[in-house]
Every structure is written in structure tokens, then in C-alpha cells.
């Protein structure tokens, strides 16, 4: 069964650039999380998707963060315009359903740099 | 909303024994991972529990205790291998039922020979 998908793996960008990062979570997987993980930190929800719907974006700077999931699979996490506080790992997750021991399955990540 | 501690750092040596604990506070309960993240690399799902009580998968097993708000992750024979961030992540019902997957802040785990 394939994982996660998430690229691109690296991107470097100076500040006030945009950038966006996609997902492609594991087949028939309906919830979708997207998480930023800052450097010794543990990873902190910016945004679920419960098929094509948000479920929760309470943490989301959504001033310069959006995020879409148009067809219910594929995602995309954008940040315009990006700071240097935004540098972190991107992390994707899927899991079966929103309930339950349904653990999340995780994607590589996107190390994002801002300069 | 949630609040889950860890301990930040760890050290044991191989071939030993090391708990690693955690705490959380949440709304609604609805369940307790454990996840293991070495460096540069993706989560991946250790251990879950819903009921109090233990579970035991081979080295690692995972303890729950719902009404003190309290897990821990115990690691036997370490090996080197085991050197890595420890997760501790709680799904909590929040505003509607099965939301919020949120982790603590980690535990690094050092295992020396």
C-alpha cells in the first residue's frame, strides 16, 4: 500500500515569497491533517479535512495560511506572504476516519527554509 | 482545548529499561498514540490506547491511566536504534466528535552504549 506523498521534500524561499506545498494522502483515507513541526518541537495541527469539508483550522494563520482539498484526496497547503518564523517541516497525514483507533499515517515532509 | 507534557530529554543505556511519561488535559477523551520520530525522518505509530491499563507490542509497551490524565511509553532492552524523539499524542472529541489529533511537544531519547 503506498504512504503518504508529499512534495516537493525541500524548498528554500526568501521572506515575503509565496510557497505551496501538496499532499496525497493513502487511498480511501478520509480525514486529512496538515501539521507544522518547528525544529526540537512537537508537530502542532494546522488544519484537518474531514473528506473535502474543514474540520478544524483553529490554529491556522489564515491572514497569510490556506489550505484546499477540492476533490476530497489531494491537498494543498499555501503561505503567502512566507516569514522567517514560518521555517519548519510540513507534515501531511491521513487516516481512515475521524474517530476511533484510526492512527494517522505520515508523509516525509516538506523542510521549508525562509531566508 | 488540550495541554499534554513530556519530558523534553532523555538518556538510558543499551540494553536497558526507560519509561517515558506523559500528561494531558483535554475536553473530551478519545483515545492516546504513541508515535516515534527519528531525526529527519516521519512519525510512525507505536501504540494506542483507549482504556486504562496496559498494552504490550514486543519492547514497547504503553500504559494508560484516564482518570489521572497520565501515559507512559515503556521501552525494554533498549538498542541503539531506539534513539529517537518520542510523540505522545491525544485524540480528544473537542467541538465534535473524534476531533483534534494533537501531540505533545516530544520526548528525545538517547540511548548510549
Known amino acids: ?115 | 482545548g488540550q495541554n499534554i507534557d513530556q519530558p523534553t530529554e532523555m538518556t538510558a543505556t543499551e540494553g536497558a529499561i526507560v519509561q517515558i511519561n506523559c500528561t494531558y488535559q483535554t475536553s473530551g477523551f478519545n483515545g492516546l498514540f504513541w508515535y516515534q520520530q527519528h531525526a529527519g525522518e516521519a512519525p510512525t505509530f507505536l501504540s494506542y490506547n483507549v482504556l486504562d491499563g496496559l498494552e504490550e507490542k514486543g519492547r514497547f509497551s504503553s500504559f494508560l491511566s484516564r482518570s489521572k490524565g497520565y501515559s507512559y511509553l515503556l521501552l525494554k532492552e533498549l538498542q541503539m536504534k531506539d534513539s529517537a524523539s518520542y510523540l505522545c499524542a491525544v485524540r480528544d472529541k473537542g467541538l465534535n466528535y473524534g476531533q483534534n489529533f494533537v501531540f505533545g511537544p516530544g520526548t528525545r531519547l538517547s540511548v548510549l552504549p
Open chain 1, 1 to 115: 500500500e503506498a504512504g503518504v506523498a508529499q512534495s516537493p521534500r525541500y524548498k528554500i524561499i526568501e521572506k515575503r515569497q509565496s510557497v505551496a506545498f501538496w499532499c496525497n494522502p493513502i487511498s480511501g483515507h478520509a480525514t486529512l491533517y496538515w501539521y507544522q513541526q518547528i525544529l526540537g518541537q512537537g508537530p502542532k495541527l494546522l488544519i484537518q479535512f474531514q473528506n473535502n469539508g474543514v474540520v478544524d483550522d483553529s490554529q491556522l494563520p489564515k491572514d497569510r495560511f490556506s489550505a484546499e482539498r477540492l476533490k476530497g484526496v489531494d491537498s494543498t497547503l499555501k503561505i503567502q506572504p512566507a516569514k522567517l518564523e514560518d521555517s519548519a517541516v510540513y507534515l501531511c497525514a491521513s487516516s481512515l476516519e475521524l474517530s476511533g483507533n484510526t492512527e494517522a499515517f505520515f508523509g516525509q515532509g516538506t523542510r521549508l527554509t525562509v531566508v
